[in-house]
């Protein structure tokens, strides 16, 4: 089987799942199945479609070894500490207190710090409640601060 092969079938897989969940939400939060055709035909139309890929999933995944590499596990989250004087505020009436290039500056180095040590950035943004694209910009800026690097060289 090619490489493309497993492409398609993670992508084949991880899209039934996310149906599959969709579904199951949808069952808890009702609690009962409500079937749009008249004596059951939705179920029975939905089991002719989804046993025979289901077996040949099955199928090749026992001829791959892939049982255990589909096992969905849940990664583990660090938390992320977020120092109280350095949290982003919001900004009343122009003024912004935290938001000097030395405090930039600080937080910056945090969030190089978080980053390489291997929280993606939008855990990093979210623990911060800030947008993914301000730690997109910190990284392409170099993690340092323009105003702070400028006045620093004087």
Same mark, same amino acid.
């Given at each position: 089987?090619?490489?493309?092969?497993?492409?398609?079938?993670?992508?084949?897989?991880?899209?039934?799942?996310?149906?599959?969940?969709?579904?199951?939400?949808?069952?808890?939060?009702?609690?009962?199945?409500?079937?749009?055709?008249?004596?059951?035909?939705?179920?029975?139309?939905?089991?002719?479609?989804?046993? #025979?890929i289901?077996?040949?999933?099955?199928?090749?995944?026992?001829?791959?070894?892939?049982?255990?590499?589909?096992?969905?596990?849940? #990664?583990?989250? #660090?938390?992320?500490?977020?120092?109280?004087?350095?949290?982003?505020? #919001?900004?009343?009436?122009?003024?912004?207190s935290?938001?000097?290039?030395?405090?930039?500056?600080?937080?910056?180095?945090?969030?190089?710090?978080?980053?390489?040590?291997?929280?993606?950035?939008?855990?990093?943004?979210?623990?911060?409640?800030?947008?993914?694209?301000?730690?997109?910009?910190?990284?392409?800026?170099?993690?340092?601060?323009?105003?702070?690097t400028?006045?620093?060289?004087?």
């Amino acid at each position: 089987m090619r490489l493309l092969d497993v492409e398609m079938l993670e992508a084949g897989i991880s899209a039934i799942s996310i149906r599959l969940k969709a579904v199951e939400a949808k069952l808890a939060k009702d609690g009962t199945f409500r079937d749009s055709f008249e004596n059951g035909q939705l179920a029975s139309v939905l089991a002719t479609r989804l046993n #025979p890929i289901c077996d040949k999933i099955a199928r090749i995944e026992a001829q791959m070894g892939l049982k255990g590499r589909f096992a969905v596990t849940e #990664p583990l989250a #660090p938390t992320i500490e977020v120092p109280r004087d350095l949290r982003l505020l #919001p900004g009343k009436r122009g003024r912004r207190s935290n938001r000097t290039a030395e405090v930039v500056q600080r937080r910056w180095d945090i969030w190089r710090m978080q980053f390489e040590s291997g929280i993606p950035i939008a855990a990093i943004a979210r623990a911060w409640g800030c947008d993914h694209g301000s730690l997109c910009h910190a990284k392409r800026m170099n993690w340092k601060v323009g105003a702070y690097t400028r006045r620093q060289k004087k």
